[in-house]
């Protein structure tokens, strides 16, 4: 069974619509979605129903809680004011023009999705908004995946895609527990593998196209997809509805600029 | 030379305080540094005379230093002050009526007290906290899935944490480790390179006040890295309720 996953698709239809259509040639069976429907894009609402009449089965991202919330998105996560003020008016934006059955759609998303051997999450399994990025230490990757279960963790979030393979895990413990003699003990751990469905929406690998991937459960084989489309449409939907044009200029470069947290493992504890 | 006495979970009994702090004091080594890891106070009215002896040290005794605990936390979520909103988490663990003792037990000035707290202490390589570096929730003992018990150190890059949470005395040490890690973008793949884990330990501190009649905490001295796991028995007879578990 061909599984596609994709994530961050942040109010871009333009986007959304050509993932879709690469999955449909790519005759995947089933297709999943890690969240952050909508937030920095111009048509929230448009992508949100388009998930829903595909009948998507979708995580809540972090963007999509803070719509529900009512909350900014995590102050913390922005590196400057200048940062924090784009989001907060992008967050403003989208929380005016969203539609209630949408906010409500939004809020009845689930934390994470398991199928099988697989969980899809939108950050990490502990937090939406923990960025898993690829030079997180393994052990903690590690941790990450054993969280859940499963043997993939599939996850989005930092909107650059990757696959990390997590191989021969081995931990040398001993315990002295009061009233107790001393134990040895060895941990091991199977390959697991985390993988980064990047960003449909939003892409900060350097490119303007979307990605996505596609995960064949038949061969256990992994592909990180890039889509092209017109993302100067969506660039020219960004100035005309008023949301900060430097949105339109990351999207069309596909680079985060000046926005990359200082800290990107830190997790909000809102 | 220094040593620490570290301690958690008095749970509001003044009792099973008073003895650890004898039995610290008859200590050969005099102890410098006094870390109390939460849960001074519990649903029970003593917990305001814990937490007055507390603030109020004796001229031969050290200074504590006291950060929260769980039973804290509850206390600033039903004064409004917490993270979370609605007490749920204690609740569902001791009903509504324990919500009620808890509110009456402490008086409104000793909760700025509590509200003034630390979540934790990070002294040398060592983290001090009653949970774990996550929340005060979280439970620690040695059956916690080991790779959880590295991640819980990992995530403030510590050599040693000190938790109260599970009440349990324990010594859990992360000896040596490894994991090979390959990573694949779209533009390149990293071969599988090794990543090794340094030694580092948890370490259960013990339970003073929810076991009547038995105090549990620990020394250290970080010079030596040697620990001592102290069990102190003491009266429990003179008015001292168990505590609500």
Same mark, same amino acid.
């Given at each position: 069974m061909k599984i596609a996953v994709m994530s961050c698709i942040h109010g871009n239809y333009e986007a959304l619509n050509a993932v879709l259509s690469d999955i449909d040639d790519q005759n995947a069976d089933k297709v999943y979605c890690l969240g952050d429907l909508v937030g920095y894009g111009p048509h929230p609402n448009a992508v949100v129903e388009m998930i829903r009449a595909l009948d998507i089965p979708t995580c809540q991202g972090c963007w999509d809680e803070d719509i529900v919330e009512g909350l900014n998105a995590c102050e913390c996560s922005y590196p400057s004011v200048l940062a924090e003020k784009r989001g907060k008016l992008a967050h403003d934006w989208t929380n005016q023009v969203i539609h209630p059955e949408v906010r409500e759609y939004l809020a009845q998303l689930p934390f994470s999705l398991r199928d099988d051997n697989l969980c899809f999450v939108h950050g990490s399994p502990h937090n939406q908004h923990e960025y898993l990025l690829p030079e997180v230490n393994a052990f903690v990757a590690m941790e990450r995946v054993l969280a859940t279960g499963a043997d993939v963790l599939f996850c989005g979030h930092t909107h650059v895609p990757y696959v990390r393979s997590l191989d021969a895990g081995q931990l040398q413990i001993r315990v002295k527990v009061t009233g107790k003699s001393e134990a040895n003990m060895s941990f091991s751990a199977p390959l697991k593998r985390i993988v980064n469905a990047g960003s449909v929406g939003e892409p900060r690998h350097g490119r303007p196209n979307a990605t996505y991937v596609i995960y064949d459960t038949n061969d256990d084989q992994i592909i990180l997809r890039e889509v092209e489309y017109d993302y100067q449409k969506t660039c020219a939907a960004i100035i005309e509805k008023g949301l900060p044009p430097i949105f339109a200029w990351r999207l069309a470069r596909g680079m985060e600029f000046a926005e990359r947290a200082d800290d990107p493992t830190h997790v909000c504890e809102r | 030379?220094?040593?620490?006495?570290?301690?958690? /979970?008095?749970?509001?009994?003044?009792?099973?305080?008073?003895?650890?702090?004898?039995?610290?004091?008859?200590?050969?080594? #005099?102890?410098?540094?006094?870390?109390?890891?939460?849960? $001074?106070?519990?649903?029970? !009215?003593?917990?305001?005379?814990?937490?007055?002896?507390?603030?109020? #040290?004796?001229?031969?005794? #050290?200074?504590?230093?006291?950060?929260?605990?769980?039973?804290?936390?509850?206390?600033?979520?039903?004064? /409004?002050?917490?993270?979370? /909103?609605?007490?749920?988490?204690?609740?569902?663990?001791? /009903?509504?009526?324990? $919500?009620?003792?808890?509110?009456?037990?402490? !008086?409104?000035?000793? $909760?700025?007290? $509590?509200?003034?707290l630390d979540f934790g202490f990070f002294e040398l390589d060592c983290l001090l906290i009653h949970g774990s570096s996550v929340s005060v929730s979280d439970e620690l003992t040695p059956n916690t899935p080991p790779m959880q018990m590295l991640d819980r150190l990992m995530r403030m890059d510590a050599n040693l944490l000190f938790c109260g949470r599970s009440g349990l005395t324990f010594q859990y040490e992360i000896q040596q480790g490894s994991v090979t890690s390959s990573i694949i973008t779209l533009d390149q793949a990293t071969s599988p390179q090794a990543t090794f884990v340094r030694p580092r330990q948890i370490v259960g501190v013990g339970n003073v006040g929810r076991v009547p009649g038995q105090a549990t905490y620990t020394l250290y001295n970080p010079n030596t890295n040697q620990l001592e796991f102290r069990t102190v028995r003491y009266a429990s007879g003179k008015g001292f309720q168990r505590a609500r578990q």
């Open positions: - | 030379m220094t040593i620490w006495a570290i301690l958690s /979970g008095i749970e509001g009994n003044l009792a099973a305080y008073e003895a650890v702090l004898t039995d610290i004091k008859r200590q050969r080594q #005099p102890i410098e540094e006094l870390y109390i890891l939460g849960d $001074v106070i519990a649903a029970r !009215p003593e917990s305001k005379n814990v937490i007055e002896r507390i603030r109020s #040290p004796r001229a031969n005794e #050290p200074e504590p230093q006291v950060c929260q605990g769980w039973w804290e936390e509850q206390l600033l979520i039903l004064h /409004g002050l917490g993270r979370a /909103g609605e007490p749920t988490e204690l609740i569902e663990r001791f /009903g509504m009526e324990t $919500v009620k003792i808890l509110w009456d037990a402490i !008086p409104r000035h000793m $909760v700025e007290w $509590v509200r003034s």
